[in-house]
């Protein structure tokens, strides 16, 4: 009865006189393998592509740009704000605002969410939100001892260069640990990687090895496929290198073999420890970014552009990040469709990012668990299977990459595009990340008889 009342409510709350946000179109960049192809490209590079590309695909005049909302997770300290260099490096009309926002790998989906706060409280009409990380360009960082030392030469006070010497000593601590700590995607609560995680919730939810791989193999299948019938080509803006290559594809995706995947050993812990999670079914390492034009709908209606897609709802969960650290997606995903006043069976489409094979498979367990429910999500009814021609139908980030501050852009645009192409109603959006966060919301498109011009007008160009 509380639930049926929600619906209710979110249902007449959507319809308020507040200003409607509406989402035009994304584009992205390849997703490649750090280290590689994009080692010389930062995130601020990456993030002028998105941004450029997207202007020339809309017709977008950049003198209408009020906002560039910008997620980033692999922080340099010669580049605070991403969104603001972007507007720089592109020459943009410098009255445009930019900021950034740091939410682990949601950084994306938090750009978009704040795009949508700022438009529907009337604050801007027109915005870019979007996100880039370069794992290529993350700083290694010189231990605090030695950053004091160095400090001291100049801050200590001292006069002379023996003075200054004697400061540097003072606080530089010994030789031995002057050397950079090597990055690792490690939860700073806990001290274990995620991976480590990951094979912990995979115990706790009984996923099989089998199970994974078997998942992953079907997540390559299925990007192949999309990738042969040219779907990737709406979202994907060629990117040239400072090198001068052009990179057309992402680089991750693999001819699925089950066997081969098989023999790999796992990377976090032994078999006989419940050791699961190998190279081939968690993400690799990745260089991308996307973005996406948001606006006021009536707006978009006077530039021209396709006003059927909008974001219905949006939701952010935390969990304990011990032991299942990227769980938080299945509390998140009862709260957006109770928002949204909807059933899981009611989309049309899921996109659910891939950071492990085995987080997808313990989510997917979990919205139907009644412990879990009970505990951390109020006694909610189970969500019911989702129809797996509705899941990750051009397959997922195992197969594409995950650059994260990209994905919830790359996420949104995929759900976004598919609707439009299959004329569905209702996506919902789900991706976990560090810290026990996760991020859901839920697109949809509207009646286009209703909207004016029609969407398949930005498609085309």
Same mark, same amino acid.
Do not use: W, Y
């Given at each position: 009865m509380k639930q049926a009342s929600m619906r209710i409510a979110a249902r007449r709350s959507y319809s308020t006189g507040t200003p409607r946000s509406v989402l035009v179109a994304g584009m992205r960049t390849p997703f490649v393998k750090a280290y590689g192809e994009f080692l010389h490209d930062d995130a601020t590079a990456l993030g002028s592509s998105c941004v450029s590309s997207l202007i020339n695909k809309t017709n977008l005049d950049p003198n209408l740009l009020e906002a560039i909302v910008w997620g980033n997770v692999v922080l340099n300290t010669s580049n605070p704000n991403i969104g603001r260099d972007i507007n720089i490096d592109l020459n943009l009309p410098r009255k445009i605002v930019a900021h950034q926002v740091s939410m682990a790998c949601i950084s994306g989906c938090?750009?978009?969410?704040?795009?949508? &706060? &700022? =438009?529907?409280?009337?604050?801007?009409?027109?915005?870019?939100?979007?996100? +880039?990380?370069?794992?290529?360009?993350?700083?290694?960082?010189i231990p605090? /001892?030695? %950053?004091?030392?160095?400090?001291? %030469?100049?801050y200590g006070g001292a006069k002379t260069p023996k003075g200054k010497l004697e400061q540097f000593w003072k606080h530089a601590g010994p030789i031995a640990k002057w050397l950079p700590g090597m990055p690792s995607v490690a939860e700073k609560s806990t001290g274990r990687t995620m991976g480590y995680h990951t094979d912990v919730t995979a115990e706790f939810n009984r996923i099989s090895r089998q199970a994974q791989d078997e998942y992953a193999v079907e997540?390559?299948? #299925? %990007?192949?496929?999309? #990738?042969?019938?040219?779907?990737? /080509?709406?979202?994907?803006?060629?990117? %040239?290198t400072k090198s001068g290559k052009v990179v057309r594809y992402d680089n991750f995706l693999?001819?699925?073999?089950?066997?081969?995947?098989?023999?790999?050993?796992?990377?976090?812990? #032994?078999?006989?420890?419940?050791g699961t999670i190998t190279a081939a079914n968690a993400t690799g390492l990745t260089d991308g970014g996307?973005?996406?034009?948001?606006?006021?709908?009536?707006f978009a209606k006077k530039q021209g552009w396709p006003t059927d897609m909008v974001l219905r709802a949006w939701h952010y969960s935390s969990v304990d990040p011990w032991p299942q650290l990227l769980i938080a997606p299945a509390v998140a995903i009862p709260a957006v469709l109770d928002k949204a006043g909807l059933t899981l069976q009611d989309m049309d489409i899921v996109e659910m990012h891939e950071a492990f094979a085995a987080q997808v498979l313990s989510t997917l367990h979990l919205i139907n668990n009644k412990k879990f429910l009970d505990d951390l999500c109020g006694g909610h009814k189970p969500m019911g299977d989702i129809d797996p021609a509705k899941f990750n139908?051009?397959?997922?980030?195992?197969? =594409?990459?995950?650059?994260?501050?990209?994905?919830?852009?790359?996420?949104? =645009?995929?759900?976004?595009?598919?609707?439009?192409?299959?004329k569905g109603r209702y996506a919902l959006i789900s991706v976990c990340a560090a810290g026990g966060i996760?991020?859901?919301?839920?697109?949809?498109?509207?009646?286009?008889? +209703?909207?004016?011009?029609?969407?398949?007008?930005?498609?085309n160009k």
């Open positions: 938090r750009a978009i969410s704040d795009a949508d &706060m &700022m =438009i529907r409280g009337g604050h801007s009409n027109c915005i870019i939100a979007g996100g +880039s990380d370069s794992v290529s360009h993350a700083e290694l960082p605090n /001892d030695l %950053t004091r030392g160095l400090a001291m %030469t100049v997540s390559h299948r #299925k %990007t192949q496929i999309a #990738k042969d019938k040219g779907v990737f /080509d709406e979202e994907i803006a060629p990117f %040239t693999q001819k699925p073999n089950l066997e081969k995947m098989q023999k790999l050993k796992s990377a976090f812990r #032994k078999p006989e420890d419940h996307s973005a996406v034009l948001m606006a006021n709908e009536d139908v051009n397959g997922g980030s195992l197969a =594409i990459g995950h650059p994260f501050a990209g994905t919830g852009g790359r996420c949104t =645009i995929a759900a976004m595009n598919e609707l439009r192409r299959s996760g991020a859901t919301a839920v697109l949809e498109r509207l009646d286009e008889s +209703s909207v004016q011009p029609s969407a398949a007008s930005i498609g």
